[in-house]
């Protein structure tokens, strides 16, 4: 799961008592390179839809997962999960209970979603539903309904899409955690210190300077991790951040919500 040898897998799990999370920042700890899809557990298939309102200030995106490429692949199953999220877009229930308790023909989202796994065979389930608002809201289905985007902008118009566009695209190919450095959760900012501290001291770097190189180390996490900060993927020498601006010197990105099979 992670790509770090075995022996040092084995070791890392003996040390955090079977955590595994606790396993993977040891791991990174001691310098591993890990596999970029450590965290993917269990693998699983699906179809992913992202819809946006005819004024295109709201969206939505949601996930059914199944257990294999060929239900996902399927064009009823498809059109299944682009009705329930319409429903969703309709009307903006709060989380993924009040989505399953909604009304679908004579049943609920839930009911009917339990009728397709009788029909189909599989486990299935509503693994992710997100909702965005902004202006302008801009979706983005990648691979075939494999992965989706949505992806709020602070203007509307012609440009502002294009831009909203392009950017979804960064989502789904960079799979940024947070819109910027002052959106990161503390826990993970506080954790990414600790792990840039102890790398350091493996590397034999004295005491007194481990809290500096672990800021470096937190700027480069910052710069790699979130959105506005990236690297533009169709200009490498420039950021998103710098790319909107381009487009227009007050254009931002106000937030986005992403999720893909696997």
Known sequence: MTGAGMMDCKKALTEAKG???EAVDILRKKGQKLSAKRAEREAKEGVV???VNDSKDKGVVIRLSCETDFVAKNQEFVNFTEEVAKLALENQPADKDALLALPYQSITVGEAITEQVGKIGEKIELADYM???A?????YIHFGNRAGVIVGMNKTGEAAAEAGKMVSMQVAAMRPIALDKDNVDADVIAKEIEIGKEQARAEGKPEAI???IAMGKLNKFYQESTLLNQAFISDQKTSVKNYLKSVDSDLTVT????TENG
Do not use: I, Q
């Open 210 to 212: 481990l809290e500096k």
């Open 131 to 133: 909702t965005l608002e």
């Open 135 to 139: 202006p302008l809201v801009v979706p």
């Open 49 to 51: 839809v992202a819809l």
């Open 255 to 258: 937030g986005f919500r992403h």
């Open 19 to 21: 955590d595994f999370d």
